[in-house]
Structures are given as structure tokens and as C-alpha cells.
């Protein structure tokens, strides 16, 4: 089956800096989503993907598809401390009926 | 607009006992979730109602069914839990019938289960 791995894990960085995060897969993939989950909540869609190359941008969150379609970047500039989360890829493969897979998640902390 | 709403939020059970998640979507949407969320597992899916009236199994199937009660409703349940099920759940639901389109996912808030 399709494979994500998300990194890195987790994240401390100070209030201000910029935070990049990443996921591979295995196989090729025709949509990747971003979303953040915050403590005690469900996840919420951040940015969706749905062509190779595709740079999307939401506020201060910078997302784009890879050209290989094997892989994804989250950018998130100047973070401030509501930044603080659980980041999850989600892609779905190019084969008819494949799942949407997500990654294991990176854990960003901000110190103020 | 709720959009994607569980009961209950929290809840601890014994093992063999049974107890049904609900669910309920004001969205409109076609196609709703049920998945668990483990540490370091990210989210698996159990099972999924692509449409009102069919349900399928996800890659976690074992130890729950669903029913899809009308378009807005999606419940989960536990007939014998054990502490494998201890897990955060999450129902989900998107818009489009087909779930591997790349819709997007709507979630809920989750329900905290813990079995003893």
C-alpha cells in the first residue's frame, strides 16, 4: 500500500521564525491535503493540492505539490505562538479506489 | 453550522462492554468517516459510508461496524471493546460520493475512548 513519511516529528522554534515541514510517499499521488489539529480538536484543512507544481498560499502558510508528485512542503513564515499544533499530510494516489493516506504528524511548538 | 458533530467527548469503558459513537454532518455532504488516531500512527481509517445507504471497510475494520442511519448520521460501534480500542475517534465527512477524489475531509472533535 501507499506510504507518507512526515518530518521531522516534531518542531521547538521561537516566535518569529520561519518552520518548514515535508512529506514523501512511496508512490505517486494526485491530491495532497494539509491540515493542523489542535489540542483536543478535530483536524482542520489547511491547504489542498491538486496539481503537480502547485504553490498555494494561506496567509502566512505557504504549501506546495512536488513536481516529482511524490512529495509536498508546508511553509509557515513568522510563526506566532497559535501556530502551536499537530501538522498532517494527507494524499491520495493516482490508482482508481486508492485510500487517502496521512502521515504521522509533526508537533510544532512556538516559544514566545 | 456545526458542520461535523460526535457525542459523546469523552468516554471509558470496560472490556466486553458494547457502546455506539455518534455522528451527525450539516454539510450536506455525501461521503462520511470514521477514523482512530494513535500516537505516532497518524489517522487510520476504519470505515467509511461513500454514499447514503453503503458502507465499506477501511484498513482497521476489525472490532467495529457502522450503520449510515440517513445522509446527516454515520455511528460507530464497539460491540466488545478491549484496551486495543483505547484510541481517539474521529468521524469525518467530505463533500464528493466518490471518497478517493481528494475531497477534503471535514472533521469532528472527537470522542476520547478509553477501555479498562
Known amino acids: 500500500g501507499q506510504q507518507l513519511n512526515q518530518s521531522p516529528q516534531s518542531m521547538f522554534i521561537q516566535e518569529g521564525e520561519d518552520v518548514s515541514m515535508n512529506c514523501t510517499s512511496s508512490?505517486?499521488?494526485?491530491?495532497w491535503l494539509w491540515y493542523k489539529q489542535d489540542p483536543g480538536e478535530g483536524p482542520v484543512l489547511l491547504i489542498a493540492l491538486y496539481k503537480a507544481g502547485e504553490l498555494t498560499s494561506n496567509g502566512r502558510l505557504t504549501a506546495q505539490f512536488g513536481i516529482t508528485r511524490k512529495d509536498s512542503f508546508l511553509n509557515i513564515s513568522a510563526s506566532i505562538p497559535s501556530d502551536v499544533g499537530i501538522y498532517f499530510c494527507a494524499g491520495q494516489g493516482e490508482t482508481s479506489g486508492s485510500r487517502l493516506t496521512f502521515g504521522e504528524g509533526t508537533q510544532l511548538t512556538v516559544n514566545p | 453550522n456545526a458542520g461535523v458533530t460526535q457525542t459523546p467527548k469523552f468516554q471509558v469503558l470496560k472490556t466486553g462492554q458494547s457502546m455506539t459513537l455518534q455522528c451527525a454532518q450539516d454539510m450536506n455532504h455525501n461521503s462520511m468517516y470514521w477514523y482512530r488516531q494513535d500516537p505516532g500512527m497518524g489517522l487510520r481509517l476504519i470505515y467509511y459510508s461513500a454514499s447514503e445507504g453503503t458502507t465499506d471497510k477501511g484498513e482497521v475494520p476489525n472490532g467495529y461496524n457502522v450503520s449510515r442511519l440517513n445522509k446527516r448520521e454515520f455511528s460507530l460501534r464497539l460491540e466488545s471493546a478491549a484496551p486495543s480500542q483505547t484510541s481517539v475517534y474521529f468521524c469525518?465527512?467530505?463533500?464528493?460520493?466518490?471518497?478517493?477524489?481528494?475531497?477534503?475531509?471535514?472533521f469532528g472533535n472527537g470522542t476520547r475512548l478509553t477501555v479498562t
Open positions: 469525518a465527512s467530505s463533500e464528493r460520493g466518490n471518497p478517493w477524489s481528494g475531497s477534503p475531509l471535514h
Open positions: 508512490s505517486i499521488f494526485n491530491t
